[in-house]
């Protein structure tokens, strides 16, 4: 005999009170969207998001930092990357929680 509520796996919550979330964002956002692939690692071990958020992430945003470095940045793309990623890191994060129930 199986049961949807025994044999579920367990998700826990990423946030636990409204502060928590406003403290994560604002870091995400201070941050430039360097702490967003820690926030993500965190939200991956507790299994609200997929692992391979964090590496999309860090990729993104290490990796177009390394290569503007490497290569020059003549254009300013980098800025653009940063703050694109910056923006879509820190709604990412603002929604993380939104559909959770408790007992799931």
């Given amino acids: 005999m199986t049961n949807p509520y025994i044999n579920a796996p367990i998700q826990a919550r990423m946030y636990t009170n409204a502060v ?24 991956a071990k507790k299994r609200v998001v997929s692992m391979a958020v964090p590496a999309v992430y860090a990729a993104i945003i290490y990796g177009s930092a390394i290569l503007g470095s490497i290569l020059g940045n003549p254009k300013n793309w980098v800025g653009g990357v940063l703050a694109i990623t910056m923006i879509v890191a820190a709604v990412h994060a603002a929604i993380l929680d939104v559909d959770w129930k408790p007992g799931r």
């Fill in 20 to 43: 928590h979330k406003v403290v994560w964002v604002v870091a995400v956002v201070a941050s430039a969207g360097l702490l967003a692939p820690p926030l993500f690692f965190i939200a």
